[in-house]
């Protein structure tokens, strides 16, 4: 009987420890960082110019894309969403 007891305190305790490890997990995936906001990229810079203004946001299969309106013409930038670090540059023409 007291084995039983032991294996039933036991087995409790796993599924308690695995259901915390569960919503550990499920929170850092869904991409809200400890600050409460969510993405990589929110408040992080592009260092662009001053004038410069985010004029869309679109998702690619493997990046972000931000089309980034400058005085000296429009950009789109890729940003690598797990790291938060810009990828590539495509420059715009009339």
């Known amino acids: 009987m007291a084995a039983l007891k032991a294996l039933v305190i036991g087995m409790g305790v796993l599924i308690v420890a695995g259901t ?3 919503v550990v997990l ?3 995936r869904s991409g809200v960082g400890p600050d409460g906001r969510a993405g990589v990229a929110a408040g992080a810079s592009l260092g662009e110019p001053e004038g410069s203004r985010i004029g869309g946001i679109a998702a690619t299969a493997g990046a972000v894309a931000i089309w980034v309106v400058r005085p000296d013409g429009d950009r789109v930038v890729l940003v690598d969403p797990a790291n938060g670090r810009r990828t590539g ?4 023409r009339d």
């Open 89 to 92: 540059e495509v420059r715009l």
């Open 20 to 22: 915390v490890t569960l």
């Open 26 to 28: 499920i929170v850092q």
